[in-house]
């Protein structure tokens, strides 16, 4: 029993030996273990020039110098439509052309409701000073006393009816002749001209169609000269003035640029549904062959450049308003430093304090963990002679 017991503390004793190896090795592993290291990818702090840019709050559409949707003008039947689209054709070149043996029916059919009119007017008039004549003779015999007064007022109520158709057969005579005027005008609208020199844009009848007055022919455009309409907010109106270059890009060709000029600002501010205020503003564009009459663009408007500054990538800088950072490597270690900063876009940042020519900031300054005093380990380094985004 004695070595029964001798054997169960010696069991004890082991488990305890055992517990406490573990126990001193997790605390020598923990003391061992190196400490996290965030992978960073770091910017060489340089000097350059900063752009103050005024972009735009919404996208924008490019449009022509001239655009007008041409609609019929009467009422008939197209014979021939002679431009289709994508082509160009000069002022006054014919675009639609009308049934004209329809028209020039109209034409006879209003010159003749003239001549019917004209011999109702003669007719009308004769008759009326025939009524004239009976009804003086009969006022005449009626104050002799040889006709009877009554006779003598109907015959004059005879000749007052004859005069008012006179007047009213002169009345169908006027309108007949408006309405030649109005097929005559109709004849030489027969053909649909181009009113500018340009390209059609779209066309919405096809030849046989007959179309009412008002109805939709085709779409032109002079797209010679090209613009972007676009807005920008109105907090930024003071900063945007005619003649101010533009860099324009496309949503048709990402990465591409196109250097414009701000040509017009709207004179009044506009305010959508959400209470945004925002002022219109017309870019001028160079000639492009890529460019389309509608395609969707952004614009900004360079307000100011400036020059020999020190400056950083917007992604560098964490905070806002006037409290800004930067986290600078140093010893294998992040920093956190307070910045005073210029002009700011989605482009660069100017730092005005806070930083050298030569250090070393972080760029994905929002990376998980990352805090004062973090160790770090630079992935990549962008150094000066890169492009500042």
């Known amino acids: 029993m004695a070595e029964g017991l001798k054997r169960k503390r010696s069991g004890w004793w082991l488990w305890l030996l055992i517990a406490v190896a573990v126990v001193g090795g997790g605390v020598v592993w923990k003391r061992r273990r190196p400490a996290n290291v965030l992978g960073v990818r770091a910017w060489q702090v340089r000097r350059g020039s900063v752009r103050d840019l005024v972009s735009s709050v919404s996208t924008g559409r490019i449009a022509a110098r001239q655009e007008a949707t041409l609609r ?16 160009r054709v000069a002022a006054g070149e014919p675009l639609v052309s009308y049934d004209a043996a329809d028209l020039r029916d109209r034409l006879r059919a209003a010159e003749t409701g003239v001549s019917v009119a004209g011999a109702q007017r003669s007719q009308a008039e004769a008759s009326a000073r025939l ?37 009213a057969a002169a009345a169908a005579r006027a309108q007949g002749v408006a309405n030649v005027a109005v097929a005559r005008g109709a004849m030489g609208r027969a053909v649909v001209r181009a009113p500018f020199a340009g390209m ?71 305010s959508d549904a959400r209470g945004n205020r925002s002022i219109a503003i017309r870019v001028a564009l160079p000639a492009d062959p890529r460019l389309r009459v509608g395609m969707s663009a952004d614009a900004d408007v360079i307000a100011a450049t400036r020059s020999d500054v020190i400056f950083v990538p917007p992604i560098a800088v964490v ?35 806070g930083l050298r020519p030569g250090e070393q900031v972080i760029l994905n300054a929002n990376i998980e963990g990352l805090a004062d005093g973090s160790a770090v380990r630079v992935l990549s380094l962008d150094r000066p002679g890169a492009a500042p985004r």
Request: charged share 25%.
């Open 72 to 87: 019929a003008e009467i009422a008939g039947r197209v014979v021939r439509l002679h431009h289709r689209r994508g082509e």
């Open 131 to 167: 009524a004239q004549r009976t009804a003086a003779r009969a006022g005449l015999l009626s104050s002799r006393g040889a006709a009877p007064a009554a006779e003598a007022e109907t015959l004059e109520g005879q000749a007052e009816v004859a005069r008012q158709a006179v007047l």
């Open 200 to 270: 059609v844009l779209t066309t919405a009848v096809e030849e046989g169609e007959v179309t009412a007055p008002g109805a939709p022919l085709l779409t032109l455009a002079d797209v010679s000269r090209l613009h972007l309409d676009t807005d920008v907010d109105e907090a930024d109106f003071g900063r945007v003035s005619v003649g101010l270059a533009a860099e324009v890009s496309l949503d048709a060709f990402p990465g591409d640029r196109i250097v414009g000029s701000v040509q017009e600002i709207a004179p009044s501010v506009t």
């Open 319 to 353: 905070g806002r308003g006037t409290d800004r950072a930067v986290y600078t490597i140093r010893a294998g270690a992040a920093h956190r430093r307070t910045v005073r900063v210029g002009i700011a876009t989605w482009e660069s940042v100017e730092v005005l304090d």
